[in-house]
């Protein structure tokens, strides 16, 4: 079965300073889909960054980006230059195929100004 | 074009009674799926439709548990004899029905069941 592990729970930063939060996942499969997903305080999930596993260019969305590193299977999110706005809930999530997502327990981070 | 669009927001009831949500996906969007999240917890997989067909289901989704998406539109989850543990966020998501494609989240329906 398909798992995501996010080790840490919490996460603080300095605002405008850079924060990298980490993924592991487990899968047998060789196509596949990585996603972060975040989740303010008002609860609705919004895409951050997605990864296919098939390419070994690293994604990146303005200040997001990853380091997809496939043999470990391991997926992080490194934000830059944090904004207050950056403060939420990130869930790191798995898809193959069709299916459902699998996420992982998420990480709060916080933004210190 | 709106989002995917959940209702209602927020539902009380007592434990025993029945409760429906309802969810409108983003216009066209294929495909379907129901998470349920509880407090401080990444979302569990419930169920997802191909247009109409319901294609899987997970086995948190117990016998007091079904969904709809009758002429592949909005879907609706019903709990039927709910117990305290039902407790939760519902949340639905749409998708283009594409394999590649992202899957896009409503608000969520936020049940008490006291």
Known sequence: AQTVTQSQPEMSVQEAETVTLSCTYDTSESDYYLFWYKQPPSRQMILVIRQEAYKQQNATENRFSVNFQKAAKSFSLKISDSQLGDAAMYFCAYRAGAQKLVFGQGTRLTINP | ?114
């Open chain 2, 1 to 114: 074009d709106t989002g995917v669009s959940q209702d209602p927001r927020h539902k009380i009831t007592k434990r025993g009674q029945n409760v429906t949500f309802r969810c409108d996906p983003i216009s066209e969007h294929n495909r379907l799926y129901w998470y349920r999240q509880t407090l401080g917890q990444g979302p569990e997989f419930l169920t997802y439709f191909q247009n109409e067909a319901q294609l899987e289901k997970s086995r948190l989704l117990s016998d007091r548990f079904s969904a709809e998406r009758p002429k592949g539109s909005f879907s609706t989850l019903e709990i039927q004899r709910t117990e305290q543990g039902d407790s939760a966020m519902y949340l639905c998501a749409s998708s283009p029905g594409r394999n590649q494609e992202t899957q896009y989240f409503g608000p969520g329906t936020r049940l008490l069941v006291l």
